[in-house]
């Protein structure tokens, strides 16, 4: 990558930070996701969006990308151990006819 084009790069994410509403090449560049992806993604309206009047331009409200893209959490190993062992204090067995 030249010189040129990293100061581009830095101008560009530059800008973006600055932005509070992003247009499609916006979000492709801040989430890294293809502009077909979120074509699709719009389509099926499973991102956030807004049209422009006559629905020319879509729009994104970058809150709203950057809790779309952390919406889905997956927990670590330890935090589901954590959960299993409170489970089993707080849900004993319950043996028919006592313990053996």
């Known amino acids: 990558m030249s010189i040129d084009e990293r100061l581009e790069r830095i101008e560009q994410l530059t800008l973006l930070a600055a932005k509070d509403v992003l247009t499609t090449d916006d979000v492709a560049a801040y989430t890294g996701l293809s502009k077909g992806y979120l074509y699709q993604l719009v389509n099926r309206r499973a991102i956030p969006h807004y049209k422009s009047e006559g629905g020319r331009y879509t729009y994104f409200k970058k809150t709203e990308i950057a809790q779309w893209l ?3 959490r997956v927990a670590t190993k ?13 849900n004993p067995l ?3 006819g006592g313990v053996k």
Do not use: G, I, P, S
């Not at 330890?78 to 707080?90: F, G, P, R, S």
């Open 94 to 96: 319950k043996l028919k």
């Open 78 to 90: 330890a935090e589901d151990e954590a959960q299993a062992a409170a489970y089993v204090v707080n």
């Open 70 to 72: 952390t919406a889905h």
